[in-house]
């Protein structure tokens, strides 16, 4: 077969060149399984009942059991009493006495000593459960390929149903491969990458009905490769090579499926996930997937999942959607079909959509996101208030009771998250994305979150936060709510080995400085400071080295890539990092007005005032409270 390499396929004509390749899963692949071990498996034929259910004649209430024509004629005006002899006491579930044919619910009786009085009669068969009501023996509980879920479970114990015959769970052999690649470990060298994709991949891949398997790591040679895909092949149902496809260098795994099998398809029109290999080795298919996360949970959304639906009839849902409009403006290539992450925000009862960082290695993206937008390949993008359609991550009636903060970073907020959750209630989340405190006002404007986390500083006044609530929000809408006063300052390595005194050193030779982003008060805090001290910012080394958080920073610092840079004390301490303190300043809330009553707003006030709230601010260090929660300003 002719071998394609590194192409730019649409991805619905690789399916449809791909999956046809393989067929069904042979019916012989079956297995006897326990009912109560089957949860998640796939019926391999049609499972008959072997009880009536019930199988006796039951009672269906709690009451008493009767012969129904030894309660006719009774009414309000001439009850019928009935004898100890004429009723039996039962309980629901309880066989019927011989010789009764109705029961009657005991808030339908009136007690008198060992008598009962009866003001309507009894019809035949009434509150009673049939022989075979539910289902009889021999009918069909479930058909060929149906998934065993919990009532599916119950229903055959309760048929006389034991074992059950279930497809093969199909065998997945994850090979992760690259010189670059080590075993997960918390000291990690320059250079080195923990092999995490494994435990990503593998994970998705057990919740949808797959045995999975993990090789060693694989060096890049192709001699080891060659035979590790050879032996995988051999034994599983589908083989999995991580990081086994490139555009920009010798691929190993592409030359190793040509010369074991047949190579269908070298690079879809994806965007994350071009570089995708599609092959095949003996009668398994062998994929090569990108080494970034994100690429290869779009291959295995898109590619390996319909595989497995069609070849081991496994129950892979297709993924829910939800309308929602577009936050901002998305441009996009026509070269590709596109696979955008977004935090999804229900406020004012629509639903916003916020995409997230494109980059395909940002796995944390992907735990953050809830949701897939997926841009056609013949689309240039949507504008800004766009209605797009949403494929969910996350179940709906979670992100309904998530509280959306965009705005200024500080680890407070995720302090809070936690304590929601321990606190109040695990459904209550609290989600934040780092957008600076302007982008917190303009996400608020545009009703994209509940709340912004906000630090800005009239220059004029020497305020905080009341003058830019009240210039961009006129007309109210808003509440601002006192936060906390935090500790800014200069982050330096241990020991201060450049003897930074202050922000004016910052414009020495040899100083490397690390910035927030445009927008975040912490940038506006560093220009008013440097316009104090008269100076520009192509004075300052690395002032347009951005970073979105407060740890970014300090992260750069603490690795040695930059030398200082202005955050919060907490930070500082996170890392173990000196801090040369430069100002003090107020943190604040600004909640929607519409979303302020909410009970998840009112949950989220109730643990920014709460003891165990004061005692996490504590061991972070470096804030300081004084009337956290009262209103500021009101709407």
């Not at 993206?365 to 996350?394: H, K, M, N």
């Not at 940038?523 to 008269?534: E, F, S, V, W």
Request: charged share 20%.
């Amino acid at each position: 077969m002719e071998q394609t390499y590194l192409k730019n396929t649409p991805i619905r004509e690789a399916l449809h060149a791909y999956l046809p390749v393989f067929g069904t899963h042979p019916a012989t692949a079956v297995e006897q399984v326990l009912v109560t071990q089957a949860a998640g498996r796939i019926t391999a034929e049609a499972v008959y009942a072997r009880l009536n259910v019930p199988h006796y004649l039951a009672c269906a209430m709690d009451g008493v059991a009767v012969l129904a024509s030894s309660t006719f004629g009774a009414s309000d005006l001439e009850p019928v009493s009935l004898s100890a002899g004429q009723y039996t006491v039962v309980d629901t579930g309880d066989p019927l006495p011989d010789g009764c044919d109705a029961v009657i619910m005991v808030e339908e009786l009136i007690r008198r000593d060992d008598h009962i009085l009866l003001m309507a009669p009894a019809t035949p068969w009434q509150h009673i459960r049939q022989i075979g009501e539910d289902f009889s023996a021999g009918d069909m509980l479930l058909p060929s390929y149906s998934p065993l879920n919990p009532g599916a479970l119950g229903t055959l114990v309760a048929g006389g149903i034991l074992t059950v015959p279930v497809l093969r769970q199909p065998t997945v052999t994850l090979i992760p491969t690259g010189d670059e690649i080590v075993a997960p470990d918390s000291d990690l060298q320059p250079g080195q990458i923990a092999e995490f994709n494994s435990t990503l991949f593998g994970s998705l891949l057990k919740s949808w009905g797959a045995a999975v398997e993990t090789t060693a790591i694989i060096p890049d040679r192709l001699d080891d490769l060659h035979l590790a895909v050879s032996v995988a092949a051999a034994h599983s149902d589908l083989v999995l090579v991580l990081a086994g496809s490139s555009a920009g260098r010798d691929d190993y795994t592409t030359r190793v499926i040509a010369s074991l099998g047949d190579v269908f398809c070298h690079g879809l029109a994806i965007r994350p996930g071009k570089p995708a290999i599609l092959g095949r080795v003996g009668s398994a298919p062998v994929i090569g997937l990108p080494g970034y996360p994100v690429s290869g949970l779009v291959v295995l959304e898109e590619i390996v999942a319909p595989l497995l639906r069609q070849m081991f009839r496994l129950d892979i849902p297709a993924r829910p959607t939800v309308a929602a409009q577009l936050s901002r403006r998305l441009l996009s290539s026509l070269k590709y079909q596109e696979y955008i992450r977004v935090r999804l925000s229900r406020v004012n009862g629509r639903y916003a959509a916020i995409p997230l960082e494109r980059g395909a290695g940002l796995v944390s993206s992907f735990l953050r996101a809830d949701g897939w937008l997926i841009v056609p390949q013949d689309c240039e993008g949507y504008e800004a208030g766009d209605t797009v359609e949403i494929l969910l991550l996350r179940p709906l009636a979670a992100i309904n009771e998530t509280i959306s903060v965009i705005g200024s970073h500080d680890p407070l907020l995720d302090e809070c998250a936690d304590l929601l959750a321990r606190e109040i209630d695990p459904a209550v989340q609290l989600k934040s994305t780092h957008a600076g405190s302007f982008g917190g006002l303009l996400a608020l404007r545009r009703g994209e979150a509940h709340l912004a986390g906000i630090h800005l500083l009239d220059e004029a006044s020497g305020e905080y936060n009341l003058a830019a609530v009240a210039k961009n929000f006129p007309s109210g809408e808003v509440i601002l709510v006192e936060g906390v006063y935090r500790q800014q300052g200069l982050m330096v390595a241990v020991g201060n080995p450049l003897q930074l005194s202050g922000l004016a050193d910052l414009a020495r030779p040899g100083v490397r400085y690390v910035n927030r982003q445009k927008g975040a008060g912490t940038r506006l805090l560093l220009d008013y400071q440097l316009r104090q001290l008269g100076l520009a910012p192509d004075q300052i080394a690395g002032y347009t080295r951005e970073e979105l958080t407060h740890t970014a920073v300090a992260a750069q610092i603490k690795s040695g890539s930059a030398d200082a840079g202005l955050g919060i004390l907490a930070a500082a301490r996170i890392f173990g990092l000196d801090f040369i303190s430069v100002a003090e300043e107020r943190y604040d809330f600004l909640i929607l007005a519409s979303a302020y009553e909410t009970p998840a707003v009112q949950n989220f006030l109730a643990i920014l005032r709460s003891t165990a709230f004061r005692d996490r601010l504590e061991r972070l260090s470096g804030y300081r409270i004084d009337q956290i929660g009262r209103v500021l300003h009101h709407a």
